[in-house]
């Protein structure tokens, strides 16, 4: 028993260490992991080592609080303290992540499980990132929802950064279905918005309006190989069209996640038209509120463009005088410098996250 608790103090010691980077899942940046991989020298998060525990070849992982850290763990336990002091995070990260692409996505904890387990697979398992790699085309084949209906078909996807162009064919198709720009080009995880958990959402401009691309394959590494390619692409034309901008700058434009997604009501500019339910999609970079009748709906129904405090928006919480919903009553009032959006919300809580979600793209300045 003494041996153990002295064990799991040493093991604390190390997470605790300053300049190990310890005090972070090795992964996803989880503060004050409580487990660690004694095979890779490295500490994780509880969520983290359940992935890790799905390459025993490669990883062996054990609670620092919870299991037992006895001497017959390996041969020798001393081993066991001496590696992991000599690793830790920081070396792992040198190793595993030495020649990470600017475009790859680095996955935090709040991202969706296909993203964190390809992405310690990629380090770990096939060391992707231990050499320099090239990226930005590919091809093959997504299943793919179709426009008008719920039906996912396969269909064959080709990427070119060269070209600048995403295509996509379908069977009965002599050229491509598609061609999209990678000018306009966006993709983001949403596993449960296409109720599938390596369901990607492909988003471009077309005529002005928004489309959206439901997607997914059964392989995960295959689904986020595509994310990325299409975040090289995305580099690719950035990094081309704004030749003297920072890299620090041109990364977050490559994809993005919208900043908030849900059902609420909204009315009409007369505030007299009966209030219908629509699904808001919140774009914080290009500063739109997107909605649609559904959350599948290939095209966007209509948008609110969100300008800054300075330029004389606001949100309100509340309806103006006069003004009922239908069946919610969590109202909230977006104000611009020509006209009044009111929308309701299912309950208080959904209210004040739209209206938090809201004022922070109102407190930004828009970009010149």
Known sequence: MVDREFNKTLLLELLRAAG???????????????????????????????IHRNLPEISRVKSIRLDFWENDLLT?????????????????????????????????????????EQWIRAKYEREEFVATTSAGSREGFLWKR????????????????????LKYYTKESKGPKAVISIKDLNA????????????????????????????????GKEIVDWFNAIRAARFHYLRTTFPTAPEAELIPRITRNYFKEGYMEKTGPKHME??????????????????FKDPLDAFELGRVFIGSKEQGYEVQAGLPRG???????????????????????ENDREQKEWIAALNEVISQPVAA
């Open 274 to 291: 009966a209030f219908k339910k629509r699904w808001f999609s919140l774009d914080s970079q290009e500063r739109n509120l997107l909605y």
């Open 188 to 219: 983001m995880f949403q596993t449960e918005k296409i109720r599938n958990p390596h369901g990607l959402q492909i988003t471009y401009s077309k005529e002005g309006q928004t489309r959206n691309l439901f997607v997914y394959h059964e392989s």
């Open 323 to 345: 003004v009922r919903g239908k069946r919610w009553k969590a109202g909230l009032t977006i104000v611009t410098p020509h006209r009044k959006f009111v929308f309701v919300c």
């Open 76 to 116: 020798e336990m001393s081993f066991v303290l001496q590696f992991m002091k000599m690793h830790g995070n920081l070396w792992a990260k040198a190793k595993y992540e030495a020649k990470v692409p600017p475009f790859y996505y680095i996955p935090h904890s709040k991202d969706c499980l296909v993203l964190k």
């Open 146 to 165: 179709g426009r008008d209906s719920r039906q996912f078909l396969k269909r064959q996807f080709l990427l070119s950064a060269r070209e600048g162009v």
């Open 20 to 50: 190990t980077g310890n005090s972070q899942c090795a992964d996803c940046g989880t503060p004050d992991p409580e487990w660690a991989s004694y095979k890779l020298g490295i500490f994780i998060c509880l969520n983290c080592s359940g």
